[in-house]
């Protein structure tokens, strides 16, 4: 009886439940062939660019607000690897449209059924039993599928723990890792340096699944801008940061989860205006938020 009562009163001293020092395996759900899922997006960005020649006087100046936002049910129909992102999508789209500095354009395959296959090393974009979708009617999709070079699936993975993580305690991903992953110029920048931080914000149960709050904090030096082959040398180097939270299934058993996201990009640097010294200014930040509920798992 009295071992009874002795252990009764330590686990009453003791702070915080036991369960809190429990650590929890971070792993995520890998798309199948047949899985369907509705996604929500929406994105916002506020940019603002300054080019100023040697005199100090401004020579080119933009700035651009938008929102893009889609909504579509998404059946992976074939996807070879498992660690690599399908080869063949179908997608239901409910609404597609984005607004830049108070212009509203919708795409035109908003409302129809969208098939994207992989052909050699590019993907192509249909109307289900209809025309091909090229040209400036598919910028958006090729930028999502055949302009970017990096892998998210693969980002996504190093930014995770290698080792299992209580609630609240971080982490760091390997920043040599995540610069390979990185180092492509396919945001428009390309980036010298790396940091990142995750942390285990809390853990709960829904539906019979695990899941879990993560929160990411990433920093990285940029250290030229402009499109793909004509890229911009920084003197010093800009600043891109991104900072947000994932709302996830972490036991790996469903694809369903929350992301919350705000990308910022910060430059005051020389740089070269054929042979004259100028300088270049940009501000940006971009809150992304995006939703995935799986409907049918295979």
Known sequence: MQVRIVVGLV?????????????????????????????????????????KGPDGGA????????????????????RPDPDRPPTRIKRAYEKCEETKNGKKETAPYAGKTVLIEKKRDKFHF???GGDEITGKDAETLDKEFNAKKTDNKKLEKLLLPTKAV???????PDPDELLKELRAD??????????????????YDKD????????????????????????????????????????VCIDGTRGDGTANFTFGLAVD?????????GRLLLNGTGPLTETRVQLRRR
Not at 166 to 172: L, M, P, Q, S
Not at 225 to 244: D, F, H, R, S, W
Not at 269 to 277: A, F, H, M, N, T
């Open 186 to 203: 396919d945001e428009g920048f390309a980036v010298s340096k790396v940091k990142a931080a995750g942390k285990l914000l809390k853990v």
């Open 269 to 277: 640097s020389k740089i070269d205006l054929g042979g004259q010294e």
């Open 166 to 172: 209580k609630v609240g305690e971080t982490w760091i």
């Open 126 to 128: 249909r109307v289900e």
């Open 59 to 78: 020579l080119d100046e933009k700035k651009e607000k938008s929102l893009r936002v889609e909504a579509f049910v998404e059946t992976i129909l074939e």
């Open 11 to 51: 686990l009453l001293l003791t702070p915080g439940p036991l369960l809190a020092q429990e650590a929890h395996t971070i792993k995520l759900y890998k798309d199948k062939d047949g899985d369907t899922f509705r996604v929500n997006k929406d994105e916002k960005g506020d940019f603002t660019m300054v080019i």
């Open 208 to 247: 019979g699944c695990k899941f879990g709050t993560l929160e990411f904090e990433l920093e990285m030096e940029v250290k030229s801008v402009g499109k793909a082959g004509e890229m911009i040398a920084l003197n010093p180097p800009g600043k891109a940061t991104g900072k947000g939270t994932m709302d």
